[in-house]
């Protein structure tokens, strides 16, 4: 399972929720879902965030193996 880290990175960079919405192209509500893992952002969005966060994808998620 991947456990956003989104809001982590976000808090890390200092930007403010807005600003990075705005910069992205998206709504501030898009960015909330990516942050809460309600839905996740398209591979070149990803890249695009990290960039603007100057941090790496691996930094945006986390994988937990679910146990059986």
């Known amino acids: 399972m991947l456990v ?9 960079s200092g930007y403010r929720r807005d600003y990075i919405a705005k ?4 709504q501030k509500q898009q960015l909330s879902n990516w ?5 996740k ?3 070149e969005d990803l ?3 990290a960039a603007l ?4 994808t691996d930094d945006m ?3 937990i193996k679910e146990e059986k």
């Open 4 to 12: 956003s880290k989104i809001g982590e990175c976000i808090k890390r």
């Open 23 to 26: 910069e992205m192209g998206i």
């Open 35 to 39: 942050c809460t893992g309600r839905s």
């Open 41 to 43: 952002p398209r591979t």
């Open 47 to 49: 890249f695009k965030l």
């Open 53 to 56: 966060l100057n941090c790496k």
């Open 61 to 63: 998620y986390e994988f």
